[in-house]
């Protein structure tokens, strides 16, 4: 069985950054892209942060953060992080790491495994 379990977040100054981190372990998930995503309130739509394909070659962000945000990975330590500068209030969320057999999508469906979550406050 795959695990993801998030660590980082808390709370966070407008302007300022967060770094989120995610390990996966258990199970396999072979070549599996891994991604970032955030429901803001209970009822709203999940939205996918940001994705990174297996190979690094592949990232896709959602707009409302592109060039504040940055995604990456480290398949060694089987590791993903997400780095947020410029921080908005509205960036205030519960965050999933999540991972798919499969390229990296905007479609929060489409992931095979999700974390827990962890939570991300930004005070302006």
């Known amino acids: 069985q795959v695990q993801l379990v998030e660590s980082g977040g ?3 100054q407008a302007g300022g950054s967060l770094g989120l981190s995610c390990e996966i372990s ?3 998930c072979s070549r599996c892209a891994m991604g970032w995503f955030r429901r803001q309130a209970p009822g709203l739509e999940r939205q996918v ?9 592949n990232t ?5 953060v592109k060039g504040r945000f940055t995604i990456s ?4 330590k089987n590791m993903i992080y997400l780095q947020m500068n410029n921080l908005k209030p509205e960036d ?9 057999s ?3 999508s905007y479609s929060v469906g489409l992931y095979d ?7 991300v406050t930004v005070s302006s």
């Not at 990975?73 to 060694?76: K, L, S, V, W, Y």
């Not at 495994?113 to 939570?119: E, F, S």
């Open 92 to 100: 205030t969320a519960v965050y999933y790491c999540a991972a798919r």
């Open 73 to 76: 990975r480290d398949n060694a």
């Open 26 to 28: 258990g199970g396999t």
């Open 102 to 104: 499969g390229p990296p």
């Open 60 to 64: 896709i962000y959602g707009d409302f």
């Open 10 to 12: 808390g709370l966070g």
């Open 49 to 57: 942060v940001a994705a990174i394909s297996w190979s690094n070659n």
């Open 113 to 119: 495994y999700r974390g827990m979550g962890t939570q």
